[in-house]
């Protein structure tokens, strides 16, 4: 079957701190992988996403590589502010399903 | 542009009432919507698709008489809380997949609805 997995939260870091939320997946075909983020009380907003191996999403100074060799998608910065605190949901999708898979999440609180 | 909107964004109600929440795709048509329920610091659950025009298709557990879905056009799906108790308190979010012009595999989202039953 298809499923993500992401590393466990949560994560707190000093701001302009390096930010690496790892994230590995499996699925059956070529998934499109993808980033959301949300912020407190809010719904999810897409952060990034690569539709085939070796593509480099990017975003907001946010990053993320589709490594079909070692199955992962790992979400970076370079240095992190304040405003990006909020929970990270790694995901994906196959071609031919309707359903996006997510992770289960990874809470990031920046401190000042 | 690809904007969903969710109406209310929060309701309280007593328990055994039901209540109605909306989703609307502002600048693009979907063939295609989502509801997914969120627990306090955890992932999306996906509950159904949902098809305009047909009947949704309900995840494995979710009961398909409490949660009641109505895509009746290509910018509105609703989702019916019936009989809503306590435990239906949660944080329910829609998305929509556009019918053309996007990439086929991209949703957009919902900024939720928080259901709080009394």
């Known amino acids: 079957g298809n499923s993500v997995t992401q590393m466990e939260g949560p994560v707190t870091l000093s701001e302009e701190a390096f930010l690496t939320i790892n994230c590995t997946y499996t699925a059956t075909g070529y998934p499109s992988l993808f980033w959301y983020v949300q912020y407190p009380g809010e719904g999810l907003q897409l952060l990034l996403k690569a539709t085939k191996a070796d593509d480099k999403g990017s975003n907001k100074g946010f990053e993320a590589t589709y490594r079909k060799e070692t199955t992962s998608f790992h979400l970076e910065k370079g240095s992190v502010q304040v405003s990006d605190s909020a929970v990270y949901f790694c995901a994906l999708t196959v071609q031919g399903a309707q359903k996006l898979v997510f992770g289960q999440g990874t809470r990031l609180t920046i401190n000042p | 542009g690809a904007v969903v909107s969710q109406h209310p964004s929060w309701v309280i109600c007593k328990s055994g009432t039901s209540v109605k929440i909306e989703c609307r795709s502002l600048?693009?048509?979907?063939?295609?919507m989502f509801w997914y329920r969120q627990f306090p610091k955890q992932s999306l659950m996906l509950m159904a698709t949902?098809?305009?025009?047909?009947?949704?298709?309900?995840e494995q557990g979710v009961e398909k008489d409490k949660f009641l879905i109505n895509h009746a056009s290509l910018t509105l799906s609703t989702l019916t809380v019936t009989s809503a108790h306590p435990e239906d308190s949660s944080f329910y979010i829609c998305s929509a997949r556009p019918s053309g012009g996007f990439s086929y595999n991209e949703q957009f989202f919902g900024p939720g609805t928080r259901l709080t039953v009394l």
């Open positions: 600048d693009f048509q979907a063939t295609t």
């Open positions: 949902s098809n305009e025009g047909s009947k949704a298709t309900y």
